[in-house]
């Protein structure tokens, strides 16, 4: 198994542009999430999905967009970056809600400029 | 709104020394996480406490979870040099959603 697996690694965007964060799991996982990592705050829930088709906002979703049309991926877009949005970005996995562990992918850290 | 308040923010310990970690949270919940971070790495699991009381023990480090006064403790025995990293707590509230504390940065100096 892979795990979770988060790409890109880093990403360097200008004020107003556009992209997608991707996020995809090989364990069959029903939960999955996405924080955000800046200095001093711990990690921040944007956006989570409890199974293919249903998504929900976390603490902190303004700017962002999330679908989940398969079980395996759940990719976060970000609309119009703007420099706020400068952060390290980690998805996260579980097997259903019951599940004991969360799974973190690696992160993506990404800077706006 | 699920609130947690982790301290201290910051600890800097001698090797050999013991010393605890307290996370303090608002409402209700189910479990609570212990993860460590090192620097520019992602998060790993160190403990899931599932019910009040819970003890769980890991090395040098020890979890506990007391639900009726929203409180969980990590314990650091003899600290070491490995153990230097960020450490964080989080309860999980309703619609299953983590919440975390703001860390504690652990130095263990020689």
């Known amino acids: 198994n892979a795990g979770v697996t988060q790409t890109p690694k880093f990403q360097v965007l200008k004020t107003g542009q556009s992209m997608t964060l991707q996020c995809a799991q090989d364990?069959?996982?029903?939960?999955m999430s996405w924080y955000r990592q800046d200095p001093g705050m711990g990690l921040r829930l944007i956006h989570y999905s409890v199974g293919a088709g249903i998504t929900d906002q976390g603490e902190v979703p303004n700017g962002y967009n999330v679908s989940r049309s398969t079980t395996e991926d759940f990719p976060l877009r970000l609309l119009s970056a703007a420099p706020s949005q400068t952060s390290v970005y980690f998805c996260a996995s579980s097997y259903g809600v019951a599940g004991i562990e969360q799974f973190f992918g690696p992160g993506t850290r990404l800077t706006v400029l | 709104e699920l609130k947690v308040e982790q301290n201290p923010l910051f600890l800097s310990m001698q090797e050999g020394k013991n010393y605890t970690i307290y996370c303090n949270y608002s409402?209700?919940?189910?479990?609570l996480y212990w993860y460590r971070q090192d620097p520019g790495k992602s998060l790993e699991s160190l403990f899931v406490l599932l019910s009040n009381g819970a003890v769980k023990q890991e090395g040098r480090l020890m979890a506990s979870l007391d639900t009726k006064a929203r409180l969980s403790t990590l314990h650091i025995t003899a600290a070491v040099h490995d153990l230097s990293a960020t450490y964080f707590c989080?309860?999980?509230?309703?619609?299953?959603?983590?919440?975390f504390g703001k860390g504690t940065l652990l130095t263990v100096n020689p």
């Open positions: 364990m069959n996982h029903e939960y």
């Open positions: 989080a309860p999980r509230g309703s619609n299953y959603k983590l919440t």
């Open positions: 409402t209700t919940s189910d479990r």
